[in-house]
């Protein structure tokens, strides 16, 4: 049974950095979509970041272009942990944010969140002005 543990959240004033952790477990994939996505009150869901994950990283990587720039996506397959570098981080990043996994997203569907099978309990997320 896949499990994603996400850590890293807190509470940073904008401009602040911090760096989310989704460490994956009970998978066999050599090749596995994973994303990024992040729901703040009373909004919906929203796809941050997303790539496949193999061996040596991550690769075709996209990202929402509200983040470009600002946040990268990164993989570490001897940690089996997926990250996500936030820098320069604005009030309206404040959110929950979700790690999530897919063996049948593409690219093309990247943000489409019901695409994904496996996701996290979620982190949170708070940036002050």
Same mark, same amino acid.
């Given at each position: 049974?896949?499990?994603?543990? *996400?850590?890293?959240?807190?509470?940073?004033?904008?401009?602040?950095?911090?760096?989310?952790?989704?460490?994956?477990?009970?998978?066999?994939?050599?090749?596995?979509? @994973?994303?990024?996505?992040?729901?703040?009150? &009373?909004? *919906?869901? *929203?796809?941050?970041?997303?790539?496949?994950?193999?061996?040596?990283?991550?690769?075709?990587?996209?990202?929402?272009?509200?983040?470009?720039?600002?946040?990268?996506?990164?993989?570490?397959?001897?940690?089996?942990?997926?990250?996500?570098? @936030?820098?320069?981080?604005?009030? &309206?990043?404040?959110? @929950?944010?979700?790690?999530?996994?897919? *063996?049948?997203?593409?690219?093309?569907?990247?943000?489409?969140?019901?695409?994904?099978?496996?996701?996290?309990?979620?982190?949170?997320?708070?940036?002050?002005?």
């Amino acid at each position: 049974q896949v499990q994603l543990v *996400e850590s890293g959240g807190g509470a940073v004033q904008a401009g602040g950095s911090l760096r989310l952790s989704c460490t994956v477990s009970g998978y066999t994939f050599s090749r596995i979509f @994973m994303g990024w996505f992040r729901q703040a009150p &009373e909004k *919906e869901r *929203e796809a941050v970041a997303a790539g496949y994950t193999f061996g040596r990283g991550v690769n075709d990587v996209v990202y929402a272009d509200s983040v470009k720039g600002r946040f990268t996506i990164s993989w570490n397959n001897a940690k089996s942990t997926l990250y996500l570098q @936030m820098s320069s981080l604005l009030p &309206e990043d404040t959110a @929950m944010y979700y790690c999530a996994a897919g *063996e049948q997203v593409s690219r093309p569907f990247w943000a489409d969140a019901g695409r994904y099978d496996h996701w996290g309990q979620g982190t949170q997320v708070t940036v002050s002005s």
